[in-house]
T-cell receptor, first 113, second 111 residues
Framework: ETGVTQSPTHLIKTRGQQVTLRCSSQ?????VSWYQQALGQGPQFIFQ???????GRGNFPPRFSGLQFPNYSSELNVNALELDDSALYLC????????????FGQGTRLTVV | RKEVEQDPGPFNVPEGATVAFNCTYS??????FFWYRQDCRKEPKLLMS???SGNEDGRFTAQLNRASQYISLLIRDSKLSDSATYLC????????????FGAGTTVTVRA
């Protein structure tokens, strides 16, 4: 096991609603990255948080936002949910900002209806 | 052009067979390369890093061709448990914060 835990594991929301996904990073890791994986696609980078600050962002609209807390756990918030937001959301923690040593959580499967 | 492109497969092979597939990457500044394995509806897990000189890990062999910007993975003596989607992953290097994933190559090993 990677020591990265995400909650909830599954979630169903209605279009237009808001959702918060949570991630507890591995002990000793100060960086958390979030990825979206649509069915049949590879994970796409959403953003990264390093020591409570956003450190980089992929090509996602502002309604995707995040937070990192002093204990390095993190949240991903998505407002105004759209059907296309249905995906597996993966959190990856790493000991530094480089992506190369990331460990993934089991993911949250979000379905928007 | 996508940052990382892979042949989606599927590759259907009998147990004991050898299967190989490639991926290409677009950014010549890419520094780190990996193969991840993803089982159905699970998170990706690191299979192996890919080094410039090529490297083996048991039945798995990875190769990197920087000139042509492609990476390969070869699986020898396939097992049923090798059935999975294999994701090619590229990281530009220190200071680059994201992993760029291909869409994956599906391998099914049949008895």
């Amino acid at each position: 096991e990677t020591g990265v835990t995400q909650s909830p594991t599954h979630l169903i929301k209605t279009r237009g609603q808001q959702v918060t996904l949570r991630c507890s990073s591995q002990s000793g890791h100060n960086t958390v990255s979030w990825y979206q994986q649509a069915l049949g696609q590879g994970p796409q980078f959403i953003f990264q948080y390093y020591r409570e600050e956003e450190n980089g962002r992929g090509n996602f609209p502002p309604r995707f936002s995040g937070l990192q807390f002093p204990n390095y756990s993190s949240e991903l918030n998505v407002n105004a949910l759209e059907l296309d937001d249905s995906a597996l959301y993966l959190c990856a923690s790493s000991p530094d900002t480089g992506g190369a040593r990331a460990f993934f959580g089991q993911g949250t499967r979000l379905t928007v209806v | 052009r996508k940052e990382v492109e892979q042949d989606p497969g599927p590759f259907n092979v009998p147990e004991g067979a050898t299967v190989a597939f490639n991926c290409t990457y677009s950014n010549s500044a890419s520094q780190s390369f990996f193969w991840y394995r993803q089982d159905c509806r699970k998170e990706p897990k690191l299979l192996m890093s890919v080094y410039s000189s090529g490297n083996e890990d048991g039945r798995f062999t990875a190769q990197l061709n920087r000139a042509s910007q492609y990476i390969s993975l070869l699986i020898r003596d396939s097992k049923l448990s090798d059935s999975a989607t294999y994701l090619c992953v590229v990281n530009i290097g220190r200071g680059d914060y994201k992993l760029s994933f291909g869409a994956g190559t599906t391998v099914t090993v049949r008895a």
